[in-house]
């Protein structure tokens, strides 16, 4: 199984960014998606979550209504759109499925993850 997820960057406070990840060796369709975030001396931080078939999602508080997370089964790709970002949005963001039942919540802890990706970095300058 290899995730790979691309689109970090330096970007302005108030500017924009977008993520992807994308899977290979496992079937897309099965697992719930999510976005974690880490800075250096930081625990890894829930972001955003989406559910297998897309129409179930659940963001962090501290970017809702600032991020959409979003999903492409055919591409195999999961996506974190990042809108009006603040220099507290800087870290490494890292991809992760979760193989999970069709009625199962959207966990928000990492250890509930199966699979991770590298990570990109993502820097907010003030």
């Known amino acids: 199984v290899q995730l790979q997820a691309s689109g970090g960057g330096l970007v302005q406070a108030g500017g924009s960014l977008g993520l992807s990840c994308t899977a290979s060796g496992l079937t897309f369709s099965y697992y719930d998606w999510a976005w974690f975030r880490q800075s250096p001396g930081k625990e890894r931080e829930f972001v955003a979550a989406i559910s297998r078939s897309g129409g179930r999602t659940n963001y962090a508080d501290s970017v809702k209504g600032r991020f959409t997370v979003s999903r492409d089964n055919d591409k195999k790709t999961v996506s974190l759109q990042m809108n009006s970002l603040k220099p507290d949005d800087t870290a490494r963001y890292y991809c992760?499925?979760?193989?999970?039942?069709?009625?199962?919540?959207?966990?928000?802890?990492?250890?509930?993850?199966?699979?991770w990706g590298q990570g990109t970095l993502v820097t907010v300058s003030s």
């Open positions: 992760a499925a979760n193989r999970a039942i069709l009625t199962a919540p959207l966990y928000v802890s990492p250890d509930e993850y199966d699979y």
